[in-house]
Structure formats: structure tokens, C-alpha cells
């Protein structure tokens, strides 16, 4: 029994390397039930002896090379089953080359073929399944004639050119091109996108330019309002709006038009909505450079007790400073019976708040009702205070027990709490007893409104109210 047929019986791969009878001829063989398959004929030319292999040293690099080598790969598994930042890889390979030129400049050309790609990582990059490669090598240089795939369940497709340096660094001429590809998947962000962009240069200084199309994405990580802007990066502590920080990614540079339109939802402690964007990215990963804006209306910001609804919004980077962006909002509210009104203005570093209500408060008073839900105290006294103090609370309670009962809120999901308004103690009767208004809106602009009023006697009836923006 040989070598290659015990290999068979104990799942193991051989190679078996054999000379020629005119000692000039390497053959390559290997087989089994291992996980690789190897085939090959190697023929050295020149003055070379085998049986005297310390003489022949000097020569053997510039002896003339010739042959061929198939390698297969049943499950490419086995070839990165040490790298741990794959959890699960498969799928299978074939390499056909054929080898001339000599042993110091040898010259590759062939072909390599895979099928059945599929790889999950450990972060939180998107699984890529269905994986197909055709490829052609002709020295360094390794062509993709066809490379497609589906990340994210989407497919996704490559073409282009791999070239292997002088000094050992991929260089990379590739064309991406996608169709509602998952391209980023965290615990709070889901992203997918039309991509058509070209990856040039080699690994350590890529260039990443085209457009991608956000078709829908969904951020849900909660905010602390406390802590001000984001600043990330190295922007010089100025709003940045994302930093890679793992290379080669955080030191490619970035030319990139992206567009949504109405496609990204925001669903956190603080906002719930729908926001558009048209950005043209430039700078690197570590500290990309926006140019362009981003826009939203019709966004509910959850307060403590209240809730803010934003007409509009938008965000413009300008290129002469665009970690300073300008902001201009305009927002609106019902509280304990007060229509506010809130205008934002100015860059995110001297950003300028104005808010109005009807009735008229102060600037200091108006800010106080919208953040506790609490009015001024007016001639109805403490009692009115208390009473507004505690329909905050409970408010704040009564969403809470909605939403313990309700279960988990389902992304872009509105509930019943959220179009619920109660306002306690707005006006007092003769006798001590507060007044109690409660809304809840049925359609856009529509209300159904039930009241006890300051004369202890009970009304209801639906409301139509109409803003001008």
C-alpha cells in the first residue's frame, strides 16, 4: 500500500516529491481524504545536478523553469480556520497555473476558480454567502472576471485587479457594485445600500470614490442628551458625524456622494422619525470631511414629560468648515395647555434656541415647561403647580406600565402613549378642582379632545387644528 492510498484510509493529505530520471524534473503529488489535492510537474533547465544539490546552488536560480500545478481545496475552511476574527467560512477552490521563467524571476499565469463562498465574522460586519470567483492570473497580477456574492442576503458584485507589488502590498483596481446591500450591521445601526464605487491603490493608502444610495437603514442607539454633540475622532473636538479608527480603513481616503431619500428611520430614547440626506464625503476614515445636508420633518423628540414634533430640520456642511455645521429647526409642542414654539439657528458650536408660547412666558419660564411640563405659578397658586407636577409623573408613569405591558417597542413602531396628551390643573374651579384636558390624535391634524373645565362640567369633541410652516 503506498503512501497516498493509507492517506485515503486515515483522512489525511500527502505530497510526495520525486526527481525525474534526467535529475532535472521535480514531480508533485498528493491526494487523500485530507483537506487538499495537489497535482504538478516542475522541470528545471539548466546546469543542474541533483545528485550534487550544494553544487548547483549557485546556478539554480537562474535555470530556466517549466511546469504546471493544480491544487484543489475542498473546504478553503482548513486554510483560515487560524484567523480569529472569522467565525464560520466555507466553500471551495481550485488553482490551475502554469510556471515558466527561473527560480530568482519565476512568471505565473492560470486561472483560479471558487464556489460556494460564505463567511461570517465575529464583529459585526454582514454575512456574505453564495460566493463565486473567476479569476486569471498572469504574473502579478491576478484579474477577476467575475466575482459575485450576496452580503446581507443582496447581491453584490466585483471586478478588477489584484497586483502584487515589488515590495509585497496588494495593489487594488476594483469596481463594487450592489443592490440594496446590508453594508453595515451593528446592535444599533442597520444600513443597506445601491453601491456602484471604485476601491483603487494599494492596501495602505486605498482611495474608496463612487455613490452609494441608502435604500434603508435604522439607528436605534440610545442617546444621553447630557453629553452634548458627538465629537469623535481626531476633528480637533469638533462635531464629526462617524471615525473608523481600524486601518487600512481609518487611512483610506474617501470620495463618496451618498444619498437618502426619506430612507434612514431613527428609533431611540430620544427621537423617532424619518431623515434624507445628500453628503459628499471626502477626507479619510479616521476623519471624514461632509459636504452637503441633511434633512427631516414631521420627528418627535421624547422629552422627560413632553414631546417635541420637529416641521423641519436641517443640518448643512459647508467645505470651508464642515465639523462646524449649521443647524436650523423649527419645532412645536402642547403642554399643559401652552402652545411652544421652537426655532434652532446657528453652527453646532454657538448653536442659538428661541422659544415662544402662547400664552406668552418668559424665555426662562418656557424652557421650564417644556423640560418638566410644569407652567408658572399664577394666581391659582401652589395647587396648580403640585397638580401639573403630578400629571408629569404620572405621565411619565403611565408610559412606562404601557410600555412594560406592550413589550418591547418595535423599531419605527408608534404607540398609543405616543399620541396621547394629558394637561392637569391649567385652571382651578371655585372650588379647588382642577381642570383636566385630554387629547389623542386619530389622524394628521385630527384630535379627539375630552375635558372637565373650570366650572366642574364635562365636554368633548374632535379638533381639527391646521399649521403653517
Do not use: K
Amino acid at each position: 500500500m503506498d503512501d497516498v492510498q493509507r492517506a485515503r484510509l486515515a483522512g489525511e493529505t500527502v505530497f510526495a516529491l520525486t526527481a525525474g530520471e534526467d535529475g532535472s524534473t521535480v514531480v508533485i503529488e498528493g491526494g487523500g481524504g485530507g483537506p487538499l489535492r495537489a497535482a504538478g510537474r516542475l522541470h528545471v533547465s539548466g546546469p543542474v545536478d541533483w545528485r550534487d544539490p550544494l553544487g548547483s546552488l549557485e546556478a539554480l536560480p537562474n535555470a530556466a523553469l517549466s511546469g504546471a500545478l493544480e491544487l484543489v481545496v475542498p473546504d478553503v475552511s482548513v486554510l483560515v480556520a487560524p484567523i480569529d476574527e472569522l467565525r464560520r467560512v466555507g466553500g471551495s477552490l481550485r488553482l490551475d497555473v502554469a510556471l515558466s521563467g527561473t527560480p530568482s524571476h519565476p512568471r505565473w499565469s492560470g486561472t483560479l476558480a471558487a464556489d460556494d463562498l460564505s463567511a461570517e465574522a465575529v464583529d459585526d460586519l454582514p454575512p456574505l454567502d453564495r460566493g463565486r470567483l473567476r479569476a486569471t492570473i498572469a504574473g502579478r497580477t491576478a484579474t477577476i472576471d467575475e466575482l459575485t456574492a450576496r452580503l446581507g442576503y443582496a447581491p453584490v458584485s466585483t471586478t478588477g485587479t489584484v497586483t502584487l507589488t515589488a515590495d509585497g502590498e496588494p495593489e487594488f483596481d476594483l469596481a463594487i457594485r450592489g443592490e440594496d446591500a446590508q453594508i453595515v450591521r451593528t446592535h444599533y445601526v442597520r444600513v443597506r445600500s445601491d453601491l456602484d464605487v471604485h476601491v483603487r491603490g494599494p492596501l495602505s493608502r486605498l482611495r474608496v470614490a463612487g455613490t452609494a444610495r441608502v435604500t434603508d437603514a435604522l439607528y436605534t442607539a440610545p442617546l444621553d442628551p447630557t453629553r452634548g454633540t458627538p465629537r469623535t475622532g481626531q476633528a480637533g473636538g469638533a462635531f464629526q458625524l462617524f471615525a473608523i479608527t481600524t486601518e487600512p480603513w481609518a487611512s483610506t481616503r474617501l470620495d463618496l456622494h451618498v444619498t437618502a431619500s426619506h430612507s434612514i428611520r431613527i428609533d431611540n430614547n430620544v427621537a423617532f422619525g424619518v431623515v434624507s440626506l445628500d453628503l459628499r464625503l471626502r477626507g479619510t476614515g479616521a476623519v471624514p470631511q461632509p459636504i452637503g445636508s441633511v434633512t427631516c420633518r414631521d420627528v418627535a423628540v421624547r422629552l422627560p414629560v413632553t414631546r417635541l414634533t420637529v416641521d423641519s430640520a436641517t443640518v448643512t456642511f459647508l467645505p470651508e468648515n464642515p465639523f462646524d455645521p449649521l443647524l436650523r429647526a423649527s419645532a412645536y409642542a402642547r403642554v399643559s395647555g401652552y402652545y411652544i414654539d421652537v426655532q434652532v439657528t446657528g453652527g453646532a458650536s454657538n448653536m442659538r434656541v428661541h422659544i415662544a408660547t402662547s400664552p406668552p412666558l418668559t424665555q426662562e419660564e418656557s424652557l421650564v415647561l417644556l423640560a418638566t411640563g410644569t407652567p408658572p405659578v399664577t394666581e391659582s397658586g401652589r395647587g396648580q403647580v403640585e397638580s401639573s407636577a403630578l400629571a408629569g409623573a404620572g405621565s411619565v408613569l403611565g408610559t412606562a406600565a404601557m410600555d412594560w405591558f406592550g413589550g418591547p417597542r418595535n423599531p419605527g413602531e408608534e404607540r398609543l402613549t405616543d399620541r396621547v396628551e394629558v394637561y392637569v390643573g391649567r385652571e382651578t374651579s371655585e372650588s379647588g378642582i382642577a381642570t383636566v384636558e385630554a387629547e389623542v390624535e386619530v389622524a394628521d391634524g385630527w384630535y379627539l379632545r375630552f375635558e372637565r373645565d373650570r366650572w366642574e362640567d364635562y365636554a368633548g369633541g374632535v379638533l381639527w387644528r391646521v399649521r403653517f410652516r
